[in-house]
């Protein structure tokens, strides 16, 4: 009777997952693990938030595993060391795993094949559509600008749709040990898990995507974000899901899942971007802890900016809008640096990614692959524009539901109660340019 062993990263799922679908062919029973690493707490990333989505989704993927007569081994400890202990008590012959682009998981597979060398089989089509490093452009090791990448990334082959195992037969007697999340999460957390993360998907319609993405009160987005980061959805089943729909909306939709791809592929080859500038500018940060807290609380005095951070305090999760809105001010308007902003968008995401966040931070902040660095967004033009009847701020901002329409964006005007704005309307992009060196 042989054994393998299938170690879940960020592939919680059953359907289309490479891992799993190998750790089946190539052995007559499979353990499907996962390692709770410390050194994912001891570098901070383990947020109340996550920590929350990540408890419910290993619930729902060991329900899943039941139903088909397996069931989810947890371990504690570092994940080479976990593997080879369960490898012996098992007699597991291989080891699968899924490819990942972080210096975190570049060092979990480097201590994984000093145990197991050719028994380990690292699968680079899990995570992403195109696989980082499948596409480079001539010369280079990774492409720096997305539009070429874009394109390139839509003639790339690939693999097929897998389908989730109807039966698994795993070894009697492997330990377990017990995950519950620790600490106070937001209260608007989703919960997490492939079972709804496919309901979610199911009732998502792509048709309007593209039209109303970036309306903020429409909140027309798919929302599947955090359940691709743990890997409850296949992006690879999403693309070829959407690709079948005729329109712009599924266009648009499938564009953003290159975005992910782009950003995995630059930090795969720049695994130090995470951490610094990936064009260094040399910026001359401004600093000030009270503009940053401000910033955090939802309080600069500009309410498109306040109900942004506001939705992700309750919510770990924010309009992609938001996002690029609350980023740019906090790096071009109080001209603070981005990785503060990182840091905090960290901290509260329940889809908070490294390669994603990181690069979209460096991509507003200028430092990035943007191709127009010195780009800011006003906030009140933006607000005027995608949020034009206030619907959005007052949702998130309820102190300033009584002022009517548009006039919700300047309550300097009508409300003496708001903070007022911690920089002055007509200096919006005055510091930025003061700045730059």
């Known amino acids: 009777m042989t054994v393998s062993i299938a170690l879940f990263t960020q592939d919680l799922r059953l359907h289309d997952n490479p891992v799993l679908h190998a750790a089946r062919t190539a052995a007559d029973q499979v353990v499907p693990l996962f390692v709770l690493d410390p050194a994912v707490e001891a570098a901070g990333f383990a947020a109340p938030n996550r920590q929350a989505f990540l408890a419910d989704c290993l619930e729902d993927l060991d329900a899943s595993l039941r139903r088909i007569g397996s069931r989810l081994t947890v371990r504690r400890g570092e994940p080479a060391e976990q593997t080879a202990r369960l490898a012996a008590e098992t007699g597991a012959g291989s080891v699968h795993v899924a490819a990942g682009v972080s210096a975190f998981a570049h060092r979990r597979e ?161 695994p130090d971007a995470a951490r610094y500038d990936y064009r260094t500018k040399d910026d001359h940060w401004h600093h000030d802890e009270e503009e940053a807290e401000a910033w955090r609380r939802g309080r600069t005095g500009y309410p498109i900016i306040d109900a942004g951070m506001r939705q992700l305090a309750h919510e770990g999760w924010m309009h992609n809008r938001a996002r690029l809105l609350t980023a740019s001010f906090l790096a071009k308007t109080l001209y603070l640096d981005w990785r503060i902003g990182a840091a905090h968008f960290l901290a509260l995401l329940v889809d908070g990614d490294v390669a994603n966040n990181q690069l979209n931070w460096q991509w507003v902040a200028g430092t990035g692959t943007d191709t127009r660095p010195n780009r800011v967004l006003n906030p009140l033009r933006q607000a005027d524009r995608y949020d034009p009847a206030g619907d959005y701020v007052r949702r998130w901002v309820p102190e300033l539901a009584h002022l009517p329409g548009p006039a919700v964006h300047r309550p300097w005007l009508l409300d003496g109660d708001y903070p007022p704005p911690i920089v002055a309307p007509e200096e919006l992009t005055a510091r930025f340019r003061r700045g730059r060196p």
Do not use: M
């Open 110 to 270: 480097a201590r994984l094949r000093a145990v197991f060398g050719e028994r380990l089989h690292v699968h680079d089509a899990s995570l992403t559509v195109v696989p980082a490093g499948r596409i480079t452009p001539a010369g280079r090791d990774h492409y720096a600008v997305f539009t070429p990448y874009h394109r390139a990334w839509q003639q790339a082959p690939r693999r097929t749709v897998l389908a989730a195992p109807r039966t698994l037969a795993t070894p009697d007697g492997v330990g377990s040990d017990t995950f519950a999340a620790e600490g106070p999460s937001s209260p608007g957390v989703p919960r997490g898990g492939e079972t709804v993360a496919r309901r979610r998907w199911r009732a998502w319609d792509p048709d309007g995507y593209a039209d109303a993405h970036d309306d903020l009160a429409a909140d027309a987005t798919s929302r599947l974000s955090p359940y691709l980061h743990f890997g409850c959805l296949s992006p690879t089943e999403l693309a070829a899901h959407a690709l079948r729909h005729d329109g712009a909306g599924a266009e648009a939709f499938v564009r953003q899942l290159a975005w992910r791809d782009f950003h995995h592929q630059v930090l795969a080859a720049r």
